[in-house]
């Protein structure tokens, strides 16, 4: 017994962490511990318990009503983010810390077991810096409280305590995350605008529901319809961006790409600046499927579009343009800059150990590291010398591309050094509808 519950005990994913992600992970719990020892021991009023049943029966209930919008919403990443913390926003406001952190605590309880499998350390973490984000509200809550007076003085109070709460609990996550999934984006860690957007729907809900509990403990439950109307609003941004995101490689829909290229191309012309435009194909792609088959396929595929994303920068404009193709945009970038950076990309992906990244998700032993790695060939174009619309700078990329496969893959060709392409008219253009032709007589790579 005592050696099974010590192989238990080492199977921990905690165990897998790198060193600077488990001191993160282990001393917030340690902090989280140690408030809440320290709240419990500050003698509590437990007079506040009605008010702890209130706010956390609307809350359960509010949570389970949503549970199918959350799940339609959940992306697969490591952060999600809903309308849960409205409820603890307005206990670290209106109670008690030690009575804040209980019913923090109970939701987080509630969560772990209508959520069925999860990852303990994670569940851990979530639940120790919510409480920690209790502790940080109300200790702002109190301190604006004590330097304000009057109504506007209670709001001032209330709203301190919410940006608090987010703060806390924003950069604690984007911490983590950072640290557990290496070569994360900012967005990844710590969310982009709908996130943002979410947090401050939260936080305002957070204080009404404290002003109002305030009055009595019982108008908790008027705010379970406005959350369950909330959430569902929150999932239109979720379909939005399902709509222009590949769900293979998670980068944007090629329509979507082109439309933002073109807004780019547009202000490039208006401010008189160059623009690239880099065609990526992945080389020998088909022989990956053919001897690993279409999962390995579909794994190698997600890297080299991480590998791609994580080497460009914020502004570029990244998209999968079909099969094993990608296509970025770069604005303000000259044929010089461009050449640097699409030079760099196709190391990027050379170098990148493309049989641990895919072995790791599929634990697939025949992916040797030494003989399973990808490269890439890739076309330059670059406004306005190589075009001046979007389907003239696709053109001569992907002209350029397959120069780069001609001359031994691998490589990074520019469309200046090919044979130019007569100019475009309405009936030649490259569009969508073409495209199958196009692909249907393109050589085998």
């Known amino acids: 017994m005592v ?15 790198t060193v600077p992600a ?5 001393l917030v719990d340690l902090a989280a511990i140690g408030y809440g020892v320290q709240a419990f021991t500050d003698r509590p009023d437990w007079r506040g318990l009605d008010v702890v049943f209130a706010l956390t029966v609307s809350a359960l209930i509010s949570v389970e009503g949503a549970r199918r919008v959350e799940n339609r919403r959940r ?18 406001v209106i109670l008690h810390p030690a009575l804040a952190i209980l019913v923090a605590v109970l939701l987080r309880i509630w969560w772990r077991i209508r959520a069925g499998k999860c990852i303990p350390y994670r569940w851990a973490f979530s639940t120790a810096v919510h409480v920690l984000a209790v502790g940080a509200a109300h200790a702002v809550f109190v301190s604006l ?30 911490l983590a995350i950072s640290l557990i ?25 957070g204080c009404l529901l404290a002003a109002a509990c305030l009055i009595s403990p019982w108008f908790a439950f008027v705010a379970i319809p406005i959350t369950l109307t909330a959430q569902r609003a929150l999932l239109l941004g979720q379909l939005e961006s399902e709509a222009q995101t590949d769900p293979k490689t998670s980068l944007t829909r090629v329509d979507w790409w082109r439309r933002r290229t073109e807004e ?39 890297a080299v579009a991480t590998i791609l994303r994580s080497a460009i920068r914020v502004k570029d404009v990244i ?6 193709e990608f296509v970025i945009a770069l604005p303000d970038t000259g044929i010089d800059e461009a050449t640097v950076t699409a030079d760099r990309l196709r190391n990027a992906v050379s170098a990148s150990p493309l049989a641990a990244m895919c072995a790791g998700v599929l634990d697939d032993p025949d992916l040797d590291p030494d003989t399973f790695h990808l490269t890439v060939s890739i076309g330059v174009a670059v406004y306005p010398n190589d075009g001046a619309t979007v389907d003239d700078l696709l053109l001569r990329a992907d002209r350029a591309m397959y120069a780069a496969k001609a001359a031994g893959r691998d490589r990074v060709r520019l469309a200046a050094d090919t044979i130019a392409l007569p100019r475009l008219t309405a009936s030649t253009q490259f569009s969508e509808q073409a495209e199958p032709l196009a692909q249907a007589q393109r050589p085998v790579r």
Request: proline share 2%.
């Open 3 to 17: 050696a099974q519950s010590r192989r238990a005990i080492r199977s921990w994913a905690l165990w897998t962490l």
């Open 22 to 26: 488990f001191f993160v992970v282990v």
């Open 75 to 92: 992306r697969g990443g490591a952060l999600h983010k809903d309308l849960a913390p409205a409820w603890m926003i307005a206990a670290a």
């Open 145 to 174: 409280r004590d330097v304000t007076s009057g109504g506007l003085g209670l709001v001032v109070s209330m709203v301190g305590a919410s940006a608090a709460y987010v703060a806390t609990d924003t950069l604690l996550c984007g």
């Open 181 to 205: 999934i290496p070569g994360s984006s900012r967005r990844e860690a710590v969310g982009g605008l709908d996130d943002l957007g979410t947090d401050a729907t939260a936080a305002t809900l």
């Open 264 to 302: 780019m191309l547009r202000t490039s012309r208006t401010q008189r600046e160059p623009m690239a435009v880099l065609l990526i194909d992945i080389d020998h792609f088909k022989q990956v499927n053919d001897r690993h088959g279409h999962l390995v396929g579909d794994e190698a595929l997600r």
């Open 319 to 324: 998209g999968r343009f079909g099969g094993e």
